[in-house]
């Protein structure tokens, strides 16, 4: 039996073990793709001035969501170090990388004792998935955490899997006699904890509190545990009240563009998702043993917060998916484990093959959906043919204008380069990101679609140069004079990759 046990134990763990080391590398080459910009942006804001950091991506004095616990302590690492951003931004993605994988290892330790659980979930959380690609932060497909894992997103994610599992604790405590219940220092703690969680990364800290009241609510706890939960619940409420880097309450009333942005978080539901049918079933058998069993309650909170945002036409509250597919996914690898250990009875054989073939078969099929991660460790030109059409090409980036732009210099860019620009300490006329804090973010956005229309005047473009400070401009060129209709205002300084070009303003 014992050697039966450990047989799972090991090829999970070893499983795990190459995943984390795959994260490990790719921190190395930290691969540029979608908010790492404004990340590094916000990095740059703070290790200049931690008290009053202003915006990050445009030069104006607005709070930011963005200047959270986590980014603060990184921007005092860059301003005590000296240390580049990126090299900054590297050493949080091994932090966070590390809370994740321990607070994954913590939580499921709660659900079940045996050996291989942490490791088996952990793989069914980065490769039960499907066979859609995609990526976005707070969701923890492999792909999806080599390109996310500097971000705030990921040390959320793994803050919140330690808050699961300290919570756990402490209520299970609570619910054996009111007599046993921990000192309140416990409850002050996870009460600051949920609230860092919050400021860090919102769509996070939701599925964060989803999790948690599923967990209170499968304890059944007695009066004065509830009470020791409201007195950690204010004190939360009273963190986030006073952070004084931006009004977390003020984004409850976020809306308009943030709905248009996560509009295609309902798009190819079957295809990005099928694989997590393996642990809705798995859910299902936890269901039938127990009623109150905390998954099931996790997966039931998200599905009705999901469902409800896009029936309501509230496309944000679709970042709650991880609510639904976490525990989903948690099941597999537990229900895994839990079939294995019934080895010694003949009435499981066969079942235990069944399921632990379907669990493996369909692990197999999200890696090699996500298989071209690889390719952000591995040049691709050594990667087999059919594992290099997986790779997607990262983000270049815009180290080629440094030598010209500095720090605090307005740049006039639009698309991709306004979302890279900011990395490098400049700031761009309009941002590349929607802000909440920004009153006049249509009017930035106007003007800068008015500068780069075709046939714009002399006059209109250098009124909107005078009115933001505009130094630099970005775009692409075609060759010729002043660029690709923009006129005498500006003048060719460098060529970068992709046919963009570098002008400088002529005053």
């Not at 793709?33 to 740059?44: E, N, P, R, Y």
Request: some cysteine; overall charge positive; glycine content about 16%.
């Amino acid at each position: 039996m014992r050697g039966a046990l450990r047989r799972p134990s090991v090829v999970a763990q070893v499983g795990a073990g190459l995943v984390v080391v795959l994260l490990l590398l790719v921190v190395v080459r930290l691969p540029w793709a979608g908010d790492l910009g404004m990340h590094a942006a916000t990095v740059q804001r703070l290790r200049h001035d931690l008290v009053d950091p202003g915006n990050p991506l445009v030069d104006a004095d607005t709070p930011s969501p963005y200047y959270s616990p986590w980014m603060l302590v990184l921007g005092c690492v860059a301003r005590v170090t000296g240390f580049s951003v990126f090299v900054v931004l590297r050493i949080g993605a091994v932090v966070a990388l590390g809370l994740f994988v321990s607070g994954v290892w913590r939580y499921v330790r709660t659900l079940s004792a045996h050996p291989a659980a942490p490791a088996l979930s952990l793989l069914c959380l980065v490769f039960l998935w499907g066979t859609s690609l995609f990526t976005w932060s707070g969701f923890l497909g492999l792909n999806s955490l080599a390109l996310t894992v500097s971000y705030p997103s990921v040390f959320a994610s793994g803050l919140a899997f330690h808050f699961w599992a300290w919570l756990s604790g402490a209520v299970r405590a609570g619910s054996v006699r009111a007599g046993s219940v921990r000192g309140w220092g416990v409850w002050v703690g996870l009460g600051v904890l949920w609230a860092v969680i919050l400021l860090c990364h919102q769509f996070s800290g939701v599925v964060a509190s989803l999790g948690a009241l599923a967990t209170v609510v499968a304890a059944r706890v007695g009066g004065a545990v509830w009470w020791r939960l409201g007195v950690g619940a204010l004190v939360g409420v009273g963190v986030l009240w006073v952070w004084p880097y931006y009004d977390f309450f003020a984004l409850v009333g976020a809306g308009g563009d943030l709905e248009a942005v996560h509009r295609g978080l309902y798009r190819d539901l079957v295809g990005r998702y099928w694989l997590v049918l393996v642990g809705v079933v798995a859910l299902g058998v936890r269901w039938w043993r127990d009623r109150w069993d905390p998954l099931v309650l996790f997966f039931v909170l998200g599905v009705v917060v999901v469902g409800v945002g896009g029936v309501s036409g509230h496309y944000s509250w679709g970042r709650a998916v991880p609510a639904v597919v976490i525990p989903a996914q948690i099941a597999a690898g537990v229900g895994v484990v839990e079939v294995w250990g019934r080895l010694g009875r003949p009435a499981w054989r066969g079942l235990r093959g069944v399921w632990v073939g379907v669990v493996c078969g369909a692990l197999v099929v999200g890696g090699w959906t996500q298989v071209g991660t690889v390719g952000y460790v591995v040049p691709r030109g050594v990667l087999p043919g059919v594992v290099a059409a997986k790779y997607r090409v990262p983000w270049v980036g815009y180290h080629w204008v440094t030598p010209w732009v500095e720090y605090g210099d307005v740049v006039m860019a639009r698309t991709f380069a306004a979302r890279q620009l900011p990395a490098y300490g400049a700031y761009t006329v309009a941002p590349g990101y929607p802000d909440f804090f920004l009153p006049d973010e249509g009017r930035r956005g106007e003007a800068v679609r008015r500068y780069f229309a075709v046939g714009a005047s002399e006059g209109v473009r250098r009124g909107i140069v005078r009115a933001y400070g505009v130094r630099w401009v970005v775009d692409r060129g075609d060759g010729g004079g002043g660029g690709r209709g923009l006129g005498s205002g500006v003048r060719v300084v460098a060529r970068g990759p992709g046919g963009q070009v570098l002008y400088e303003v002529v005053r």
